[in-house]
């Protein structure tokens, strides 16, 4: 597939994960890697050319942190602009039907967090349920996100095994190598879930 | 030494009175200046020797004028104005002597007589109106730029009209008594001296663009400065001395050494050297003339002298009009450049003082005709008044004939469309607005105009004008003209005449901001500080620093400075000088605290500033227990 990475992060100074794993995108051959924030810093987005840049990939990934259970407010406004009537959904609006979609976040707070009996209350795929319905009503399939918790208080090994995963996750879809039924059974998935998923 | 200290005294006490009393009334520095020489006439007469010596070295005034405007001479310009510079000076220099010899031939002078008179009536006074045109700010409007055209014309027309005196008068007339160095070529036949005088103009071209570099970097390398001053003027001394040798004029020669040297890297500091000592020699120069008022002369001639006077008024401004219509300088600029240039110039008394020597003029005929001169040049003040009176006054009654002009409620009216203006302009109109527009430059007036713009031609600094514009009705004016002080002029007026209306006006730097506030300005933006700000974003976005970070940088940077702007606003004082109020100062040193810290080093309250917001919690989990909801970001 060819992928296309949509990079929403507003403080990359102050990034610990999201920055290197964008670094690790970045030199993908076969990915087109876009910083959004770097691109339209006064938040005046391309649609032209983000709309063919869409369709231009197979595959969309939405990286970024989660910030206040949802995207970045550039990322959003990219939703908000290049998502129009009539290109991405509408009677003839179809362009991006068949595509995929991926999300793949961060969280601050922890996997227990993030439950019906957590500080938030719910599971993290319900706060990126706009994101999936977007993508579905745009007519593309939304996979379950590539999440990882904590991205705050990790010790260096998780980090460290996390932002290496992200590079292979990307490569595997290139190569259509990824397990995209057995990743459909699951709510969402992290980096110790990729060995499985991975086909050779 | 007391007697140098006795004639400094005069002319500066003179010179510092009366061009105060004359910049009050309004008639500006040079008329102040030759009453100044009225006044002192008597001292000067004292002693016959002192007067010609002070005669002698006020005449550096105009040498110098000539060699600053030289050096100003920017190709591109000339080539611009050369349809004008050469037509419409070549044209204007010809009809008027042709018109003047043919009076003179008409009143029974000889041909050599008349022909004389015409080159000294075709002449105007480059001094006076270029000094009144940077006055009134009017050297870059269409008259303006018209008149500066003919005037250089004029000035190249000296040369051959200098090397034509002595064909004209003929070798065997020459008077033995000589005029200083020109006897050197006295005795020479005409067609010689007419080669050594150009051979003497070679000699400056060359010398100015072949040894001046050398030398003045050998200067410069020195390191002292006082060095360099002499230098410059030893430049325009030497100039005049080579030239005052072949007779010829030493302006002309300066001007040409001023061309040359135009586009050398010493331009700036020639002009800020010359600058000075050029102020105070023009006051002298035309003190000189002040002097020369013989009031004998003036009282048993004083029916010729006036009716001369007028006579030359007419003919050259019945000469200039026509041909400023033919040339498309029309409407106000046409009666500028048409009164304008309607007096006779400084290089009359050269030509008079060169004729009178060759025996072409008696005495007599020398002096009155210095009086005519003086008498037009006196009167220049008075014929721009008369061009703006006539102006004000066609546009007053055209404006009854022409009803669609008439302004209508609620226009936003914009002072200046430059480079500044004309982005402001050009976007109103992208969004649908028309404003009215006020400019002194009629091609940029008629550019608008295309745009279906209403566009008024002239200076908006005029209270008229911009009555004119709709002032009294007009929600919005917009001030973007370059000149600080006419800007604050325009902005303190709106406020005074339409209490109710929003002023944006561009600021030339802080002080200047401040004064606005004072003015009454509503909005002020600073012209170069947007600019400079993109261009400090692009290097630190260049030196490695994400776009989005700039962006915020930039933001906090322009905030800070913009609230400490406004904070130093309040403290300032209109009537006193900034240096002298102790509270600006203190704030001086508290505004923009976050900025300057961060320029020494201690950015922590900058950082602060931009990094606030998706700060990561300290503690893992944000959750407390039992609690309603989360107060930090997931």
């Not at chain 2, 009134?136 to 005196?165: T, W, Y």
């Not at chain 2, 008077?175 to 400056?204: E, Q, R």
Request: hydrophobic share 50%.
């Amino acid at each position: 597939m060819r992928i296309l990475v949509l990079f929403a992060h507003p403080a990359q100074r102050k990034s610990s994960i999201n920055v290197a794993m964008a670094a690790n995108a970045k030199s993908l051959e076969g990915v087109t890697f876009v910083d959004l924030y770097s691109e339209y810093p006064r938040f005046s987005i391309d649609v032209d050319r983000e709309q063919r840049r869409l369709m231009e990939h197979d595959l969309i990934v939405f990286q970024f942190p989660v910030f206040w259970y949802s995207t970045p407010a550039l990322l959003k406004q990219w939703q908000d602009l290049v998502l129009e009537y009539g290109f991405a959904y509408g009677p003839n609006g179809k362009m991006l039907a068949g595509k995929h979609a991926l999300a793949c976040v961060t969280t601050g707070g922890s996997r227990s967090d993030y439950a019906e009996d957590g500080g938030n209350r719910r599971v993290v795929e319900q706060f990126l349920y706009p994101l999936e319905q977007t993508a579905t009503l745009c007519g593309m399939e939304y996979l379950p996100p590539f999440v990882l918790f904590s991205a705050n208080h990790l010790d260096d090994d998780s980090a460290q095994q996390h932002i290496h995963s992200y590079p292979r996750l990307l490569t595997a879809l290139r190569d259509d190598r990824f397990d995209l039924t057995g990743v459909r059974l699951l709510p969402s998935f992290g980096s110790s879930d990729l060995i499985e998923l991975m086909r050779d | 030494m007391e007697g140098l200290a006795f004639y400094a005294l005069y002319y500066l006490a003179a010179a510092v009175l009366a061009v105060i009393v004359s910049q009050r009334i309004g008639l500006g520095s040079v008329v102040g200046y030759i009453a100044a020489g009225v006044l002192i006439g008597p001292v000067f007469q004292i002693s016959v020797a002192g007067s010609g010596y002070l005669e002698q070295f006020s005449e550096f005034g105009i040498v110098m004028m000539l060699f600053l405007i030289g050096l100003e001479i920017d190709p591109d310009m000339v080539w611009r104005l050369r349809d004008k510079l050469i037509g419409l000076g070549g044209l204007q220099v010809v009809a008027t002597i042709a018109a003047v010899a043919a009076a003179g031939v008409g009143l029974g002078l000889s041909w050599q007589q008349s022909l004389l008179f015409g080159f000294v009536a075709a002449l105007s006074s480059t001094a006076i109106v270029l000094q009144t045109l940077e006055e009134k700010g009017l050297l870059r409007s269409d008259g303006g730029q018209a008149s500066f055209a003919v005037l250089l014309f004029q000035d190249l027309a000296v040369i051959p009209m200098l090397a034509c005196i002595p064909l004209i008068a003929g070798s065997g007339h020459a008077s033995s008594s000589g005029h200083g160095g020109a006897a050197l070529l006295a005795d020479l036949p005409g067609w010689a001296s007419a080669i050594l005088t150009l051979a003497a103009v070679g000699v400056v071209v060359a010398a100015a663009h072949f040894l001046s570099r050398p030398v003045f970097r050998t200067i410069a390398l020195l390191g002292l400065r006082e060095v360099f001053t002499a230098a410059a003027l030893l430049v325009v001394v030497g100039i005049t001395v080579l030239m005052s040798a072949v007779g010829l004029s030493p302006a002309l020669g300066a001007f040409l050494g001023g061309v040359v040297l135009a586009n050398s890297e010493f331009k700036h500091e020639l002009q800020n050297d010359i600058e000075p000592f050029k102020g105070l020699l023009l006051g002298l120069f035309f003190m000189t003339i002040g002097a020369k008022i013989d009031p004998e002369t003036l009282l048993a001639n004083w029916i010729t002298v006036v009716a001369a006077t007028l006579g030359l008024i007419a003919v050259k401004a019945l000469v200039l009009f026509p041909l400023a219509w033919f040339f498309r300088v029309r409407g106000p600029a046409g009666w500028l450049f048409a009164f304008g240039l309607a007096q006779a110039g400084e290089f009359g008394f050269v030509l008079l003082t060169i004729a009178g020597d060759r025996g072409l003029l008696s005495p007599s005929i020398v002096s009155v005709s210095v009086l005519v001169i003086t008498f037009s040049m006196v009167l220049t003040p008075l014929l721009f008044a008369l061009s703006n009176r006539i102006v004000v006054m066609l546009e007053r009654r055209g404006r009854h004939h022409r009803d669609a002009d008439q302004p209508e409620k609620g226009t936003i009216i914009l002072a200046g469309v430059g480079r500044f203006g004309q982005i402001v302009n050009r976007m109103l109109l992208a969004n649908g607005h028309k404003p009215v527009v006020l400019d002194y430059r009629a091609d940029v007036v008629d550019n608008v105009r295309k745009f279906g713009v209403k566009s008024f031609f002239g200076d908006a600094g005029r209270p008229d004008l911009l009555e004119s514009a709709g002032l009294a009705h007009a929600a919005l004016l917009i001030v973007a003209i370059d000149d600080k002080d006419r800007a604050t002029e325009i902005v303190a007026y709106a406020r005074r005449s339409n209490p109710g209306i929003q002023i944006i006006v561009r600021a030339y730097d802080r002080l200047h901001h401040y004064k606005l506030v004072d003015a009454g300005a509503d909005h002020i933006i600073r012209e170069v500080f947007d600019g400079s700000v993109q261009a400090a974003g692009i290097a630190l976005e260049s030196l490695g620093m994400h776009p989005y970070e700039v962006e915020k940088r930039k933001t906090v940077f322009i905030d800070q400075d913009t609230a400490g702007l406004a904070r130093m606003a309040t403290l300032v004082d209109g009537d006193v000088p900034a240096a002298n109020n102790p509270e600006f100062i203190a704030g001086f040193n508290d505004i923009g605290k976050v900025i300057e810290n961060a320029m020494m080093g201690y950015r922590s309250g900058y950082d602060e500033m931009v990094a606030r917001g998706w700060n990561a919690p300290d503690a893992a989990s944000i959750h407390v227990p039992r609690s309603a909801g989360p107060d930090r970001p997931s």
